[in-house]
């Protein structure tokens, strides 16, 4: 099922991303079809992906594979990826850069999905001109500490309390 649902969406959207990045400029209506593209098949290859995630956790399939992991390299990966969208949201990303090489032994796809779903939600639910800001610190402990601090306006407690009492799930 993951072949045959994720094949034809990543099809679509590698035209879509070759047109947009191609010699000749779309026009100024293409170039908002292009990105309406893009977005929904962005959002559409996460739900499938949450989805297909979801089934494995329910069916106890979900495998781990810790591993070290260079911090530097799936930060870098993921501000790639989510530049496009920042820059479509109107937003300034900014990835501290590292004192000296930090590395975790974590799973390494798992690590990646969580950073970039928390990083594209402050993007999305960031204001126009605003900001998120990446940047990872080490605890005399020893621990590493990944921050992503976002200019949205985020939820009061009232709100969060609402949402709470009105979806207890």
């Known amino acids: 099922m993951s072949h045959e649902l994720r094949t034809p969406l990543n099809s679509i959207l590698g035209f879509a991303q070759l047109i947009d990045s191609g010699d000749t400029q779309?026009?100024?209506?293409?170039?908002?079809?292009?990105?309406?593209?893009?977005?929904?098949?962005?959002?559409?290859?996460?739900?499938?992906?949450?989805?297909?995630?979801?089934?494995?956790?329910?069916s106890d399939k979900m495998r781990m594979v810790p591993e070290p992991v260079s911090l530097e390299l799936v930060m870098l990966?993921?501000?790639?990826?989510?530049?496009?969208?920042?820059?479509?949201?109107?937003?300034?990303?900014?990835?501290?850069?590292?004192?000296?090489?930090?590395?975790?032994?974590?799973?390494?796809?798992?690590?990646?999905?969580?950073?970039?779903?928390l990083i594209f939600n402050a993007i999305k639910y960031n204001k126009p001109g605003g900001t998120v800001a990446v940047e990872c610190t080490l605890s005399r402990s020893g621990s590493i500490r990944i921050s992503i601090r976002d200019t949205g306006l985020g939820m009061t407690p009232e709100q969060l309390a609402r949402k709470r009492a009105a979806n207890p799930c």
Request: glycine share 4%.
């Open 26 to 58: 779309p026009t100024a209506t293409q170039k908002r079809n292009l990105e309406q593209i893009l977005e929904s098949g962005w959002h559409l290859l996460e739900l499938i992906n949450e989805i297909l995630d979801l089934s494995l956790i329910e």
């Open 77 to 117: 990966e993921c501000q790639v990826m989510l530049e496009g969208q920042a820059d479509t949201h109107g937003v300034a990303m900014s990835f501290k850069e590292m004192e000296r090489p930090y590395f975790v032994k974590a799973d390494r796809t798992r690590l990646k999905q969580v950073l970039i779903n």
